[in-house]
């Protein structure tokens, strides 16, 4: 591990994949003994899992309560079942909530079930009235190898949650995890900037040797721009990014 201060960031460089999932997990238990009723804002994708295996595994040792834990995911596929392999709700219940003592009542998920625009613009805008309402804590973030945050896209960033569409990089990286490229739903609903910039402390997860070329790019590049959405988390003041590459 290594922890350093760079162009604006608060990097910490981790050697593998245990010690990443134990370092954050270690940072978000701290804020639940804190506050019992924390919230917290959570993330799909490979980058995250090994610290839902450490947060499912200290359940299991009875290190934590997560019972008034309540949590806000950052984004979910249009057009997908949630029973689907690679909707966002059931990877959220394989990978951490069927593992932990969460009450149903305190999950929030994007739900984008409505074919209908005018709903689906309703969907969104109570979505964040309700992160408006609790607050969130502790945001977890990955990265796309675009640089997006959530599916906010580049040149598509988002103020507030809404429904975007997918770009071709995005649609082609995520397609490893289904049949076949064009099963990948085009559109997805994706937490806004305001939310995520809004939580009092960010954690970014930046797995994976595919997304060197964007981390570089982070590290160099000064200014923040619709462009390269994880740029963005430049304007926040208590982030920490978490490396393995
Ligand atoms: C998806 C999600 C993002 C996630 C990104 C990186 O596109 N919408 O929230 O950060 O993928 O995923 P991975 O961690 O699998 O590389």
């Known amino acids: 591990m290594k922890e350093v201060y760079e162009n604006d960031l608060h990097i910490i460089y981790v050697d593998n994949e245990k010690e990443l999932g134990k370092l954050v997990a270690s940072e978000i238990i701290e804020e639940v003994i804190k506050k019992p009723d924390t919230v917290l804002g959570l993330a799909t994708g490979s980058s995250p899992i090994p610290v839902y295996k450490e947060l499912s595994k200290l359940y299991g040792d009875k290190a934590v309560d997560f019972s008034k834990v309540r949590t806000f995911n950052l ?9 689907n392999e690679n909707s966002y709700h059931k990877f ?18 994007p739900d984008p079930k409505s074919e209908d625009e005018k709903e689906l613009k309703e969907i969104c805008r109570k979505y964040d009235e309700k992160i408006k309402e609790l607050g969130i804590d502790l945001q977890i973030l990955g990265m796309g ?32 995890f289904f049949e076949d490229e064009k099963d990948v739903p085009r559109y997805a609903m994706s937490m806004g900037l305001k939310q995520i910039l809004s939580s009092k402390k960010i954690i970014a997860i930046i797995s994976g040797k595919s997304k060197k070329d964007a981390f570089e790019r982070l590290l160099k590049q000064e200014t923040v721009t619709d462009e390269f959405p994880i740029s963005f988390l430049k304007l926040h003041n208590n982030t920490k990014i978490y490396v393995l590459i």
């Open 145 to 176: 190898v675009n640089g997006h945050i959530a599916f906010n896209e580049p040149n598509n960033v988002r103020a507030n949650t809404s429904i975007v569409k997918l770009k071709e990089e995005t649609i082609k990286a995520n397609a490893r």
């Open 75 to 83: 984004d979910e596929y249009v057009g997908i079942s949630y029973d």
């Open 92 to 109: 959220m219940y394989d990978n951490l909530f069927d593992n932990i003592n969460m009450d149903e009542e305190n999950i929030n998920i």
